[in-house]
């Protein structure tokens, strides 16, 4: 009989990821974690499992540089959950049609990827935002929402 590797509890995951955002804010100024915490919820409130909910987690972990692509490979988590969230990193310069692809090829990331864009373009989350910044990121959102065929 083999081992099965034990892989990290969503309490460990959050945790991780609180840490590892720690003294990061938001475009409101707000602690990043938050906006953690909201994706990981809405990704909960939409039916997604344990795999998806740790993915939203980290969605953002390794495109901000707050955690290694080496780490995230060789942390204890599902190749699935690894995959969601390499798929929802941007990567420099990619168009945003070859990044709404990979997160449609990717099986479990659009799930995650629509709780983020429904956090980002929360009225209330944008109300405190400029308005070239709130104009600008609300085009951005729809836009990327359209690509995923997530509609309005």
Do not use: C, F
């Not at 840490?19 to 953690?36: S, V």
């Not at 987690?57 to 540089?65: G, P, S, T």
């Not at 988590?77 to 997160?103: C, H």
């Not at 799930?111 to 989350?125: G, I, M």
Request: without cysteine.
């Amino acid at each position: 009989m083999t081992d099965v590797p034990r892989t990290l509890t969503l309490t460990e995951v959050e945790a991780l990821a609180r840490a590892a955002h720690e003294g990061q804010t938001d475009k409101a100024g707000r602690p990043y974690a938050e906006h953690l915490h909201a994706v990981a919820e809405g990704v909960r409130a939409r039916g997604g499992d344990a795999e998806q909910i740790a993915a939203a987690w980290l969605h953002d972990a390794v495109e901000d540089d707050a955690l290694s692509a080496n780490w995230l490979e060789e942390a204890a988590l599902s190749r699935r959950t690894k995959d969601i969230v390499l798929a929802v990193t941007k990567r420099a310069g990619e168009p945003p049609e070859g990044y709404a692809g990979r997160i449609l090829a990717t099986p479990g990331a659009l799930l995650v990827k629509e709780s983020d864009l429904a956090h980002n373009a929360d009225p209330e989350r944008l109300a405190v935002l400029g308005e070239e910044t709130r104009k600008r990121l609300t085009e951005k959102y729809a836009r990327m929402r359209a690509l995923l065929g997530l509609g309005v």
